[in-house]
């Protein structure tokens, strides 16, 4: 039997495994409960486990082989899940609906978890054929907490005993997409993103006589306006970027002028020629603006995701499995990257690899219109499970027997 027929025939456990961590939902890089249900669906294989210090992360390593040992010296492949989720309250209604109050899997990644124990699995039956080895990636933290870059930093790409010579990751999406269709596109894939904090510093008083003060507030708002005019005006309409600002804080009540106004704002770029050209132009806008008022500011760019960047030969690759597993219909290129971030954009900066959107739409709603990543009523169909796990089983498959 073929890797698809395997997984359709391990389908009602990974909807029992992702319905359970979607039921018990953890945030950040700290997941107990989902790092043990990971531990118990891997239990048994053969696989070299590891656990994270700094984050409960699985790293599990199948190396091929009749003896696990045989393929010592081949290449190595690395397939990321991420496990973590959002703090969204639920308004799904479904039977399997989170039970932690406030936390939910908006983003799928419960899906990502089962699919990728699911790719475990597929594997380990077939470790006599593998030519080389197979590190699972079982990540924490994707959403804002780099769990990616922690896990890198304790050894995960060196988990093999060798770099691997390619990564990949699976992405589902409640809407946009058909269940089942995989889409990707080589080059810039997601874009980078970062928080800009920026405080104007003023000195408060009487708001019958702003003269006596330094009011911060007026700076501050031409600051969120001008951050839109700069965006028009300094950046190439081919090379975009976004820039909202999402919190804005200033003052108590309306007849005190505050010391301070404080906005935080979110900002996402597709090359490193844009990323640096914002840290440069949006400093730089900030102290124009505060000094022409005679205030002083603060404005920092704060740790972010880098451009998420698909390696062309292993887009080309992936895709082509994909289509030749999924069927030609569903596999379809995608045309811009999308304004989303990942963190997998740390393992892609070391290793060459692919980043797939993989459609989880459920049956009766439109993709068009169905609600979306990180909606609280975001559903994501347990039909596509099982493609998914033979999607990440096949990737590592053909690209060790490539290799
Ligand atoms: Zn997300
Ligand atoms: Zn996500």
Redesign the pocket.
Known sequence: MGVRDDAEAIAPELVALRRAIHREPEIGLDLPGTQRKVLAALDGLPLEISLGTALSSVTAVLRGGASGADAQGGPVVLLRGDMDA?PVTERTGLDYASQAEGVMH??G?DLHTAMLAGAARLLAARQRELPGAVVFMFQPG??GHAGARHMIAEGVLDAAGQRPAAAYALHVASADWPAGVCSTRPGPMLAAAEVLAVTVHGHGGHGSEPHHAADPIPAACEMVTALQTLVTRKFDVFDPVVITVGSFHAGTTDNVIPDDAAFLATVRSFSPRARDRLHTSVIALAEGIASAHGLTVSAEFRDGYPVTVNDEAETRFAARVAADLLGEECCVPQLNPMT?AEDFSFVLEQVPGAFLMLGACPPGADPATAPN??APDAVFDDSVLAAGAALYAELALRRLARS
């Open positions: 959002l908006a983003c990644h994707e959403e989303g990543n990180h």
